[in-house]
């Protein structure tokens, strides 16, 4: 670990405030006890107090190695008892040494130095008590902040796994019918199972190159998913049409990639797949105060679609958008006359 002090201009600014604040302390309560020593306690505390803070400093060390090595709390409170006997005395010891050079001339230093003696005993126990308890508030947020850090690390990768679970639940179904049809169209109408192979292939390819989740244009998403459309539109001729009333600004706005899939699934599926004639699927999109709002609707017959879903793929939608955008986005859904509306609130993102 590093030091704490050192390694932080901050703190290090902090550090020497603090000492010079408690030089000042020290210079009041030795000019109150003994006013006859005016001038030599002001000097005497500043140089004394900065070498201690010299000291505290080189104290970290120690103290970072008591307790790295594993040892019992008896033990480290045995070590930095020790250790701050050596400190304490060695301070008194530098203090003294450079202070007699300082004052060689003045005879009454030592009478100084003998009447403030118990009080630098007790204030250097007091100050290396807050440079121990100073370290261990260092200590303990340097751990919380590490184990927050790994914690914050983890819940990405969790987050990130999550994502690309949720994105890998692309119905196999469709994959299976689209073969299927291709398949029967290279008989009856080969131009039109070519045109299919291709759409095929660019709607894959779009799906598996898109590993991460990096956001993409709502104009790359609509594209694909027209491939989407078009390719069923082959299956199911003239039952199925597509609409679309799209503001030009919402063509720049950043979705994640694949959110819609599976809401285009859910209309062809619940709407075309379950009903005898014309369904209709309806894309709308606006931008309103920095909101973009995409409502997509779907026509189906009141009794054919009875049967329900497992509710999947509005659920891996739901889960994305809170993963991504917490509870800035939203997605509701409604039933009336006929029409299965999904409307899908999230923050409007521009590059």
Partial sequence: MKHPVLGNRVRLIVWWLAWLLLSLGQALLFYYAFGSFTNISIVDSI??????????????FPFNFFN?????????????????????????????????????????????????????????????TMIILTYFLFESLTNLSEKS??????????????????????????????????????????????????????FMRYALSRKDEQPVSFRSELDNLRLYLDIEKVRFGDRLSTEEHIEGITLEAKIPVMLLQPLYENAVKHGVYESTGCVSIITTARVSEGILAITISN?????????????????????????????????????????????????????
């Fill in 47 to 60: 140089a004394s107090l900065l070498i201690f803070s010299g000291i505290a400093l080189s104290l970290w």
């Fill in 68 to 128: 790295k090595s594993g040892a019992r709390p008896s033990s480290i409170f045995m070590n930095l008892v020790l250790t701050g006997a050596v400190s304490v005395s060695l301070w008194i010891f530098i203090t003294k040494m450079i202070m007699l050079l300082v004052f060689n001339q003045e005879n009454n230093y030592q009478q100084y130095w003998d009447a403030t003696f118990p009080y630098r005993i007790g204030i250097g126990v007091i100050i290396y």
């Fill in 149 to 202: 850090a790994r914690e914050a690390k983890l819940e990405s990768l969790v987050k990130e796994t999550e994502l690309k679970m949720l994105r890998s639940q692309i119905n196999p179904h469709f994959l299976f019918n689209s073969l299927n049809s291709i398949s029967s169209l290279t008989v009856t109408d080969p131009e039109k199972a070519r045109s299919m192979v291709v759409k095929l292939s660019d």
């Fill in 299 to 351: 026509s189906y017959e009141n009794g054919i679609s009875s049967a329900k879903g497992t509710g999947t793929g509005l659920l891996n939608v739901i889960r994305r958008l809170e993963l991504i955008y917490g509870n800035k986005a939203s997605l509701r859904t409604e039933k009336k006359n006929s029409v299965f509306t999904v409307n899908l609130y999230m923050p409007a993102e521009f590059a």
